[in-house]
């Protein structure tokens, strides 16, 4: 039973409540029509956020895994590359690749944001490398500009892993619209998801685009006519009527989460052994986590929770030091930030519709140890 005097770690149950009328009526539009794959919704949400980011293209796919995956595939990594990539984020980015029987390169991140370190990224190279793969972590784009021009060099492709990102900017532009391929994650806890799993994939490349649309639907380039190895990896259309509900409020909830960013960082500023996530000037973060670094973190999780409070760690354990990944991958150059963040990173409550009530109380929490 839930505990009424707890704080919601990320309140789903109020965004519906307030977005119920549009939920309810889109899912029972799809309900009506019948058209449970690749119903109109499909293109009318691809349509939007093709819109909403600028890209020329949006793929919708069935979540934010498939979505790296096809992109992957799209490019045509395959056993013997490389991709370099962050060994701070979810195990999904580096699972991709080794999928398709590619080696995750590995390169340590900022101490400050947590995302890749471009600097370290050309060290990387080699003549196996066939992409660079930053992740935008906790809701930050990664330092794409230097990134991309690292790649334009050495005539690689960039995928930017999204799924915590869409709805952020970078120096005037949309998260998802920065690089090759964008790839974003409409799983429920994200800034933009779905009840269920969901994923988007963008470009401003037709070939590639046509491409993934194939790959998307078991690589068939027309009805039971197939042209490459593909996968399932359609979003359903109730999904895609999910979304399309809260894209009516999503602006709105970026400000929000902007706000209550903001205001989370000039409260726990003022608290002693409190790092906080950097947000670099020329962007922005929708905070996908709230997520600062303390010292003793076990021990000020268990008194936030007896205080109410949820906490979460992304991520305890750098991908380099998963038992799945003792061989397989390679790293570069000391990962000395990645561990060092591994091991002091906590994320709090964060979600739009935070009240300014509950925040004094999760940060009164925070402080007082």
């Known amino acids: 039973m839930e505990d009424p005097l707890s704080v919601a770690f990320i309140d789903l149950k109020t965004q519906y409540q307030t977005l119920k009328a549009s939920i309810d009526q889109r899912i029972h539009t799809v309900l009506d029509h019948g ?18 980011t600028g890209a020329q293209h949006c793929i919708t796919v069935s ?43 590995f390169v340590d991140v900022e101490p400050d944001t947590c995302n890749i370190d471009a600097s370290k990224i050309e060290a990387a190279i080699t003549k196996k490398t066939k992409a660079i793969m930053p992740v935008s972590l906790y809701g930050q784009v990664a330092d794409m500009d230097a990134i991309n021009e690292i790649a334009n060099r050495h005539n690689l492709a960039v995928i930017e892993d999204a799924a915590q990102s869409f709805g952020a900017d970078y120096k005037g532009k949309k998260s998802c619209n920065l690089s090759t391929i964008g ?29 993934m649309r194939e790959i998307r639907l078991h690589g068939a380039e027309r009805r039971y006519y197939h042209t490459r190895v593909g996968i399932g990896g359609r979003m359903d259309t109730l999904q895609c009527a999910v979304v399309l509900a809260k894209m009516e ?13 903001q205001r989370y960082g000039e409260r726990l500023a003022k608290g002693e052994g409190v790092t906080l996530t950097a947000v670099r000037p020329d962007r922005n973060s929708v905070w996908a986590q709230y997520t600062i670094q303390v010292n003793e973190r076990e021990a000020l999780a268990a008194r936030l929770k007896e205080r109410g409070v949820p906490t979460a760690v992304h991520y305890p354990v750098p991908l ?24 002091r990173v906590m994320s709090l409550p964060m979600h739009p519709y935070m009240d300014n009530e509950t925040m004094d109380r999760i940060v009164d929490a925070v402080l007082a140890g």
Request: glycine residues 10%; negative net charge.
């Open 35 to 52: 058209q449970y794959i690749m119903g109109p919704e499909v293109k009318e949400l691809e349509g939007q956020l093709q819109t909403y």
């Open 63 to 105: 979540s934010g895994t498939d979505a790296l995956l096809i992109a992957l595939m799209a490019l045509g990594v395959e056993a013997g590359d490389e991709v370099i990539t962050t060994p701070f984020t979810f195990i999904a980015t580096a699972e991709v690749i080794v999928r398709l029987g590619a080696a995750p390169v």
């Open 183 to 211: 790839c974003t994650s409409f799983f429920p806890s994200k800034p933009l998801g779905c009840y269920g799993d969901g994923g988007a994939i963008f470009t401003s490349d037709d070939t590639l685009a046509k491409v």
């Open 249 to 261: 409020r999503f602006a709105w909830e970026v400000e929000q989460r902007i706000a209550i960013g």
């Open 320 to 343: 380099h030091q998963q038992p799945v990944f003792k061989t397989g991958i390679r790293v570069v150059g000391s990962l000395t930030n990645a561990e060092t963040v591994a091991k």
